[in-house]
């Protein structure tokens, strides 16, 4: 199939006209309104720095269920144990440059350029995208950051400059949204490391009915507070 190229209108081809690796459409812009309308329909943006705007709907999907979540032992005895202190939205910007600063073998991270910086800032200040922060002796270990609509809340980046750190964040992230009866994390890029975790692929056809579901939820806008 083609992949198709945006135009100045708010408009996405339909998802299920991607290519085998996801990659739906190319262009247009990180607007706030465009990126909401993507999350909407089940789309993200990802793309390298030399790259054009590219915007993917993968089939299978990865998601977390967050019945489905997975911490072990240890991993239960270190957050029992108090190591970390966790916050919500309290270092949004520091949160982006730390996933951003995160040198990975496979080369995720360096997505994150000046462009998805101010874009997901945007989307912060105006309540829609959100952080979880790990911190160790007053200093920032960890965290993740991503989108949340009604009950969906969508994955974006983690990173850790402490061992467990991300983790730690993650389970404080699956607690909080249990909590406000989320329905699921769209975890987006298939990992191993989120696999460990839980996560699992699904359809995108069952993944679009869970979507559409979940965001016709009241939810959680505005900026989340860490009691």
Not at 20 to 41: F, H, P, Q
Not at 117 to 130: D, N, Q, S, W
Not at 177 to 205: N, Y
Not at 206 to 227: C, D, N, Q, V, Y
Request: overall charge neutral; proline content about 5%; aromatic content about 12%.
């Amino acid at each position: 199939m083609p992949v198709f190229e945006l135009s100045d209108d708010l408009l996405f081809p339909p998802p299920e006209l991607a290519e085998d690796d996801g990659l739906l459409a190319i262009g247009g812009d990180l607007s706030r309104e465009r990126l909401l309308k993507a999350y909407r329909l089940g789309i993200f943006p990802w793309y390298m720095k030399e790259h054009p705007i590219l915007w993917w709907s993968p089939d299978p999907r990865l998601v977390l269920f967050l019945n489905e979540f997975k911490l072990s032992r240890s991993m239960r005895q270190i957050i029992n144990r108090n190591i970390f202190e966790i916050t919500f939205d309290q270092a949004f910007t520091d949160v982006m440059k730390g996933c951003a600063g995160i040198k990975r073998k496979d080369g995720y991270g360096t997505w994150i350029n000046d462009d998805m910086f101010e874009a997901y800032t945007g989307l912060h200040e105006a309540g829609c995208a959100h952080s979880v922060e790990t911190w160790a002796d007053g200093q920032l270990a960890g965290g993740l950051y991503g989108v949340a609509l009604g009950r969906a809340f969508f994955g974006e980046s983690m990173f850790a400059l402490k061992a467990n750190a991300s983790k730690a964040a993650i389970a404080a992230l699956v607690r909080r949204l249990i909590e406000w009866r989320f329905m699921f994390i769209d975890c987006q890029v298939v990992t191993p490391h989120l696999k460990t975790l839980g996560a699992r692929e699904i359809p995108r056809r069952e993944f679009m009915a869970l979507l559409r579901a979940a965001i016709a939820l009241p939810g959680h806008a505005g900026k989340w507070t860490s009691e």
